[in-house]
């Protein structure tokens, strides 16, 4: 069964750039299988897609946050992330990176979830 | 951007009973439509997908329906497990995939 697991600093200050790593294990990055997403959730509210990358290094990021975010992939060590800059106040979250299960030639629903990392932005 | 508005914002349902949560979608989505459960603290969990197909390990008593614009989740016979936050999620229109704002649900 697969599990992912997010890792990064808790606390980024103001106009920095926030960095996070999911490792995936019980599977391979590079199955073709799946896409990889990140997902937040501010305190108490509910929850927005970040963007998805596939293993070939392709990606699709949320028109909101674009200009600001960039998904990698690393399939050597079976782990991809993210960097989203110039943080403010309304980037603090947790943070999820989530498996993507492609539905027929649709998108995709998440069937596989970290246990979130929550990121304070402050100085 | 397709918006998903969930209905009521707070549900409160006996153990034992029925509960029946409603999805909008601003423009049709076809059935590609998910439903997640978050618990306290937890990661959302994926209950049903393509608007009303369980994954595996998910029990029965939770179904889904709907398409075009309206999706129901519901589920049968509520279990003291069962009280969390319910999201719906859209992968017909993408991107952005959007989430519903949620539906809390919670023990009357």
Redo the contacts between chains.
């Keep these: 069964q697969v599990q992912l697991q997010e890792s990064g600093p808790g606390l980024v200050k103001p106009s920095q750039t926030l960095s996070l790593t999911c490792t995936v294990s019980g599977g391979s990055i590079s199955s073709g299988s799946y896409y990889w997403s990140w997902i937040r959730q501010p305190p108490g509210e509910?929850?927005?897609?970040i963007?998805y990358i596939y293993y070939t290094g392709s990606t699709?990021?949320?028109?909101?946050l674009k200009s600001r975010v960039t998904i990698s992939v690393d399939t050597s060590e079976n782990q991809f992330s993210l960097r989203l800059s110039s943080v403010t106040a309304a980037d603090t979250a947790v943070y999820?990176c989530a498996r993507e299960?492609r539905?027929g030639y649709?998108?995709?629903?998440?069937?596989s979830?970290?246990?979130?990392a929550l990121v304070t932005v402050s100085s | 951007?397709i918006v998903m508005t969930q209905s009521p914002a707070t549900l409160s349902v006996s153990p034992g009973e029925r509960a029946s949560l409603s999805c909008r979608a601003s423009e049709s989505v076809?059935t590609?439509v998910?439903w997640?459960q978050q618990m306290p603290g937890?990661?959302?969990?994926?209950l049903i997908?393509?608007a009303s197909t369980r994954?595996t390990g998910i029990p029965a008593r939770f179904s889904g329906s709907g398409s075009g614009t309206e999706f129901t989740l519901t589920i049968s016979s509520l279990q003291s497990e069962d009280f969390a936050v319910y999201?719906c999620?859209q992968?017909?229109?993408?991107?952005?995939?959007?989430?519903?704002?949620?539906t809390k649900l919670e023990i009357k």
């Design positions: 509910g929850l927005e897609w963007g699709m990021y949320n028109p909101s999820y299960v539905d649709n998108g995709g629903y998440f069937d979830w970290g246990q979130g | 951007e076809s590609n998910a997640y937890q990661a959302p969990r994926l997908y393509g994954p999201y999620q992968y017909n229109n993408w991107p952005p995939y959007t989430f519903g704002q949620g």
